[in-house]
């Protein structure tokens, strides 16, 4: 067991890891030379680096949860950011991360719940998966999302401008953008259409891409004929993209969840993009982020 407040790390010979129980969240990656691939949360662009979002993604209207007639205040993404985990295993290339109901959490979310996160770090790739159980009698609603910044441009050569997202897949499916937070009612055309994205500032003038339906689970960043990064996320059925307008960093987000479209009061156990866990149960989320020594093209 790990002293309160200190941070995890893991390493290999081609990466090295930092973890903070502050949201167990990925605050530091390296490749084998030193080199920074994480986004470092200077917050005159955005104090992140990777946070975790449970038990929402996105936002609630008016930032409420409805349930059995009750109204709970819950700010975008969820508590889990903002809350301090307990370190219940560390071990070489491994670390489990806890978090349990509090009076704080249930001031926001009425549920019985548990969630574990743990990072295995293997070689080129590092596993991060969030475990949610549910101890109580009646079914969990969650969502569970990743939220990784990684550096724009990578420190492999090249300008923001020559960076591609390679999709495994082409993606035809129209994308939503947040409307006050909330996800559009209005669609746009998949600027993954081709499987390739270049992204650019215009790209984010109105705030995140969200793909409500994402066929690829694995996206390759970097520069064609350079390294750079791998990210997988088998399961994850939606997709968020994101930057600032001028800000070295650029968000690849695997979601089980999104915010609540534009115009849905129902209550928060109907609200789409949910899982919903049995008593007893538990559902795991998962991505992994692999260091390319050449990412193609």
Known sequence: MSMAGKSVSLSSSVLSAEIAPLGAELVRLRDGAGRDLLWHGDAAFWA????????????????????????????????????????VEEEPGRAVFRLLPSAETRAQYPFAFALDVAYVLDGATITI????????????????????????????????AD?????????????????????????????????????DDALFERDAVIFRTVRSHRIRFGVPGAPGLEIGFPGMPQLGLWSKPGAPFLCIEPWHGFATPEGDGRPFAEKPGLAHIAPGGAQSFAMSISWLPDIGG
């Open 163 to 199: 960076h591609r997202l390679l999709f495994d897949e082409p993606e035809v499916e129209p994308v939503h953008r947040p409307v006050g937070g909330l996800l559009s009612a209005a669609t746009e055309p998949n600027p993954a259409a081709s499987g390739i994205i270049a992204p």
């Open 129 to 160: 998966t969030g475990t949610v159980r549910n101890p109580g009698s009646d079914s969990l609603p969650a969502s569970f999302g990743f939220h990784p910044a990684f550096l724009w441009p990578l420190p492999y050569g090249g300008s923001r």
């Open 48 to 87: 992140g680096r990777a946070p975790l979002l449970f038990p929402i993604v996105g936002r609630l209207p008016d930032d409420e949860l409805l349930h059995d007639g009750q109204r709970f205040s819950m700010k975008q993404h969820g508590f889990a950011r903002r809350s301090t985990f307990d370190v």
